[in-house]
């Protein structure tokens, strides 16, 4: 079974910094393309970003609103996806989720996001 | 970036009654190497990550209840429940994944009257 774990948010002051981390099952994060995505409470989803299969040099792309303070990263060893948060700012509140492209377990589905993990809650305030 | 639009931003429908919600895109989200809209449709509840429930704008996933369906291509799409029932209570969000950022719609939330 595909199954996504997000760990690692809670409380931190603006300007600090935290690291989630989302550990994978049912398959390797080396071939997937691997995307967090946040949603504010009471609001709407928003992409975060991604990092693309080894196969494919790994790349990664940012949203503007985050690129420059976030890095997303992975573990092979560990089957483990990562996002440092540097810098944060209290619009950062929200809750993250890690998810992948649904042909990770399908290679005749598309580039849509499935599964989804639980969600790890994030909340810079003073 | 390809903007996404949805309306309305809330519904309200009896029980057993049709749901429509629209959304629409800034820019054609139709793959040409595919010939397949990059659209999917989720279901989100209250304290749960998203769920699929339409993906290529009209390809109804596996599980999910045939009253449920989408339709449109290019920029206009709609998502639609023939005969709403209580557990489809929910946020609907539509998406676009035919290239980065990716972008979802603001969501409807869909209620029963």
């Known amino acids: 079974e595909v199954q996504l774990v997000e760990s690692g948010g809670g409380l931190v002051e603006p300007g600090g910094s935290l690291r989630l981390s989302c550990a994978a099952s049912g398959f390797t994060v080396t071939n997937a393309y691997m995307t967090w995505v946040r949603q504010a409470p009471g609001k709407g989803l928003e992409w975060v970003g991604r990092i693309k299969s080894k196969p494919e040099r790994g790349t990664i792309d940012y949203a503007a609103p985050v690129r420059g303070r976030f890095s997303i990263s992975r573990d092979d060893s560990k089957n483990t996806l990562y996002l440092q948060m540097n810098s944060l700012k209290t619009e950062d509140t929200a809750v993250y989720y890690c998810?992948?492209?649904?042909?990770?377990?399908?290679?005749?589905?598309?580039?849509?996001?499935?599964?989804w993990g639980q969600g790890t809650l994030v909340t810079v305030s003073s | 970036d390809i903007v996404m639009t949805q309306s309305p931003d809330s519904l309200a429908v009896s029980l057993g009654e049709r749901a429509t919600i629209n959304c629409k895109s800034s820019q054609s989200v139709l793959n040409t190497s595919n010939n397949k809209n990059d659209l999917v449709w989720y279901q989100q509840k209250p304290g749960q990550p998203p769920k699929v429930l339409i993906y290529w704008a009209s390809a109804r996933e596996s599980g999910v209840p045939d009253r449920f369906s989408g339709s449109g291509s290019g920029t206009d799409f709609t998502l639609t429940i023939s005969s709403l029932q209580a557990e489809d209570v929910a946020t609907y969000y539509c998406?676009?994944?035919?290239?980065?950022?990716?972008?979802f719609g603001q969501g409807t939330r869909l209620e029963i009257k």
């Open positions: 998810t992948t492209y649904s042909w990770v377990v399908d290679s005749t589905r598309g580039n849509w996001f499935d599964p």
């Open positions: 998406q676009q994944y035919l290239r980065t950022p990716i972008t």
